[in-house]
């Protein structure tokens, strides 16, 4: 791909700048509203509108009634180390975005894992730049390939969440070049054709009025996109100086829309600045279609049928699990089998996605229970129970729990009031837990809402005690079967995280005695609190859960599961976190699975050897208990198809295609912190993050970056290099076809600057049957050599020889040789 469009408009998008004035091109430069930007009819600009992203393609609002196809979520996708999977996956996105009306993906994140801290760690690709680039890339392409934008995100080093509006990261400059920006210079090479500036400082200076963005990213690597803001998080009008942000997202208010005119007029910032951010609103405008006249630069996407679809994403699912371990137990021999016990708490409710603007709504979800029900034979009886909870919050009332109160379906009916009582509006949902952002229905909006009931029939199917309860921010009266159980206030504790508060709103729950069959009116009054903070600025942002659990004896529960595994032939204990453990506005505490979850897995594995742990979580946790069980396969968040693509890996249908993108610790030992002191965090670990840092420190993790297996074995036979072709030859020694992900690193012995012993120069995925060879072909280039010569400010590659290695992880490299650079 190049930064050129296909049909070079330069001259008509020139044209219709000149047609504008001042006032409509500062009126261009702030969103419409939350995700859109103005139109101008006038010039045949229509709305353009953009939508995170990027496990899937939400649109403009928050709701289950507007589905979203929910893709693996990116370490998913960067552990397949298969850019031509990820490539579809882009192409699906685009067809995505298509049907959902948006233009400008908000995708993909290609912030480092520079420690599994991250909140956000599960919507990177990786901790190397490397791999990162080579999936960012092949999303970048699969997405503008069919006509929507990507918005590669957050530009720079948004690498964790703690104070993440203000934190100042200390970087080093050959740190900052040689690791944080690399993702973002192989993505604007790719030709993406947007940026969106970070909420954090770097080095000093908050990174929408950062210099990186005029003198690297504008004028170094010639990017000729659009940098837009996160969301809010334009500051000052200096922002809008030559060569900075282009558009101050979201809109209508921002900084820009107050003062730059007057800034304009006053000669603070010239209006040939202004000129340059708005030609560049017009490019990408071009780019996608949506100004009259031009033709797109790419072909509008495809719409995909459900089964295509469905097919594609339960592929991808499965393409991206990573079998830590196995101690022959899978393919689990599945004519052999009588029964099968599905335990834990993610078994029965998969977690497809992490939390935060990440979020979309998916049509459906195959959660593990599902899937091995119908992916396993139907002779085998599959048995159920959680064992465990993993959260100290009471789960969302499922929606089977919850009836209309006209009876004419499952749901509830929230109806929207303003101060005197007057019905602005209501819906039908069907969900227990919603949040309303921007506009809420037609003519309404968020900030439009002064308070709200919501009313639904609970019906639970067994008789005992409950936990009925609400989870937000503001005023709550719960009223069950006519009786008032809570009449209370929450309010917001100082300085969180207004996506944390969304993610995990403060709950309050009361016990009620509920019997089977018999319907309860359930009527939750709820006066949401005014305005909560993000980054600054004062936004309208309502979080709502109606909750519902049973009481249950905990002990009784542990024992029933472990008494399960003990009679069945085969135990599969689904573990993990979820939107509340990993999510964008807060970081991890811990990487300990949450609850008694290790514990549960040690009782199912000593009472039955045969256990296999699936470890549903979109980062890196603690595996205490690895050696203890047979196998060990890390699913990641992977989509809606999770329980059919699981089914698909552990009967030996599919192989389990991923390696690691990120090194599995072993302990929290000496791990990059997260936590800011008086505003600052230094990146002190410098070049040395991931497995850079294990190699140099002669540290053993628990799982290798790069590690994974298959259901087959290989020998690396040769390593050829041919300029800067190598080729490595390997061959399936095992019974089965299979398929491995070929990885090559680099070294260089006696350099004379600091270096990783080893670092990842690129990869090939490769297919062979049994007994067969299979060529891998990788292309090196200086890129892989260089390094940052902070005297000169420049690259510079060392020249002399490097070592190549070719293998199956960054610690088992069976083969070998030298390339020279000069
Ligand atoms: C996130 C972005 C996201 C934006 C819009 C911000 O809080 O950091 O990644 O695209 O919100 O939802």
């Known amino acids: 791909m190049t930064q050129t469009p296909a049909v070079d408009h330069e001259a008509e998008i020139a044209g219709r700048l000149a047609q504008l004035s001042l006032e409509q091109k500062i009126s261009l430069m702030t969103g419409a509203d939350i995700w859109a930007l103005h139109a101008i009819p006038e010039i045949g600009l229509r709305r353009l509108v953009t939508s995170d992203g990027p496990a899937g393609v939400r649109g403009e609002s928050w709701d289950e009634r507007s589905p979203s196809a929910n893709v693996p979520s990116p370490t998913a996708l960067a552990a397949s180390w298969d850019p031509v999977r990820v490539e579809k996956m882009g192409r699906l996105l685009a067809g995505e975005a298509r049907r959902k009306g948006v233009d400008v993906l908000l995708a993909p994140t290609i912030n480092l894992h520079r420690t ?5 760690h599960f919507e990177c690709f990786s901790e190397d730049p490397e791999l990162t680039s080579m999936i960012g890339t092949a999303y970048v392409e699969g997405l503008q390939a069919e006509g929507v934008a990507a918005t590669v995100k957050h530009f720079v080093a948004n690498d964790s969440e703690t104070d993440r509006f203000s934190v100042d990261a200390l970087i080093d400059e050959r740190v900052l070049r040689e690791l944080y920006l690399v993702p973002f210079e192989r993505l604007v090479a790719a030709g993406a054709w947007a940026i969106m500036a970070a909420y954090n400082k770097v080095n000093g200076t908050t990174m929408t009025e950062n210099a990186l963005q005029r003198e690297v990213l504008k004028r170094e690597w010639a990017f000729d996109g659009v940098i837009m803001s996160d969301w809010y998080a334009t500051r000052s009008v ?4 030559e060569d900075l942000a282009d558009l101050a997202m979201p809109g209508p208010e921002s900084p820009w829309t107050e003062w730059l005119l007057d800034e304009v007029r006053s000669g603070q910032i010239s209006e040939s600045a202004v000129d340059g951010h708005v030609l560049r609103i017009l490019r990408l405008a071009a ?8 033709e797109a630069a790419t072909p509008v996407a495809r719409r995909w049928s459900d089964q295509e679809l469905t097919a594609e994403l339960r592929f991808s699912s499965a393409a991206g699990m990573v079998l830590l371990s196995n101690d022959g137990l899978l393919p689990l021999d599945v004519g052999s089998l009588r029964q099968v016990a599905v335990i834990g708490p993610n078994g029965a409710t998969a977690r497809t996605l992490g939390g935060g603007s990440a979020t979309v709504f998916p049509p459906y979800v195959v959660s593990p229970l599902d899937g091995l029900r119908a992916g396993l034979s139907e002779e085998i009886m599959i048995v159920q ?6 959260s100290e919050r009471t789960e969302v009332a499922p929606v089977d729990l919850l009836q209309l109160p006209d009876g004419s379906g499952p749901g509830v009916e929230v109806i929207f009031l303003d101060a005197e009582d007057r019905e ?19 003519g309404l909006f968020a900030g439009d809402i002064d308070h ?18 609400s989870s937000g921010l503001g005023e709550f009266r719960l009223v069950v079967d006519g009786t008032t159980v809570f009449d209370e206030v929450i309010t917001l504790e100082l300085g969180a995280d207004v996506v944390e508060t969304l993610m995990k709103p403060p709950q309050q729950l009361a016990v009620v005695e509920l019997e089977a069959g018999r319907d309860v009116l359930v009527e939750l009054a709820y006066r949401p609190e005014a305005n909560t903070a993000l980054g600054g600025a004062e936004v309208t942002m309502l979080t709502l859960q109606l909750n519902v659990a049973r009481l249950i004896d905990e002990q009784a529960e542990f024992d029933h599961a472990v008494h399960l595994a003990a009679e069945s032939d085969v135990a599969v204990v689904v573990v993990g976190t979820s939107e509340e453990v990993e999510s964008e506005g807060f970081d991890r505490t811990s990487l300990a699975l949450p609850g008694r979850q290790d514990e549960l897995v040690s009782a199912v594995a000593a009472a039955n050897p045969r256990t296999v742990v699936v470890v549903n979580s979109g980062a890196p946790v603690l595996l205490p208990w690895a050696n203890e069980v047979a196998a060990v396969l890390v699913s990641w968040f992977p989509g809606q198809e999770f329980g059919h693509a699981l089914a698909d890996v552990v009967s030996g249908a599919v192989e389990p295609g991923g390696r690691l993108p990120v090194t599995w610790p072993a302990s929290e030992e000496g791990l990059p912190p997260v936590t800011p002191v008086n505003g600052e965090l230094p990146y002190d670990e410098g070049l040395l993050i991931g497995y850079r840092w294990y190699l140099a420190t002669d540290r053993a993790p628990a799982f290798p970056f790069g590690h994974g297996l298959g259901y087959t074995t290989w020998a690396y036979e040769d390593m050829a290099v041919d300029g800067d072709n190598v080729t490595v030859t390997v061959r399936n020694t095992g019974t089965r076809t299979g398929r491995e992900v070929v990885q090559l690193y680099a070294s260089r012995a006696d350099s004379r600057v600091e270096r990783a012993p080893r670092w990842l120069v690129g990869s090939a995925v490769v297919d062979a049957e049994p007994g067969a060879a299979a060529e891998a072909s990788i292309t090196v280039g200086d890129h892989n050599f260089r390094h940052w010569e902070t005297s000169t400010h420049a690259w510079l590659t060392e020249p002399g020889t490097y070592g190549l290695h070719a293998g199956r992880s960054v610690v088992d490299l069976p083969l070998s040789t030298e390339i020279s650079r000069d």
Do not use: C, F, K, N
């Open 287 to 294: 780019r996608v279609g949506a100004l009259d006249g031009l």
């Open 452 to 469: 709200l009931t919501l009313h639904t029939r609970l019906r639970i199917p067994d008789s005992g005690r409950y936990y009925v309860g």
């Open 238 to 241: 200096a922002a809008a100086g």
């Open 116 to 120: 599994p801290y991250g909140g956000r």
């Open 385 to 390: 129970t959680h064992g465990v909870r993993s």
């Open 424 to 442: 602005l509006g209501r819906q039908q949902r069907q969900t227990g837990s919603m949040i309303w952002w921007g506009p809420v229905q037609e």
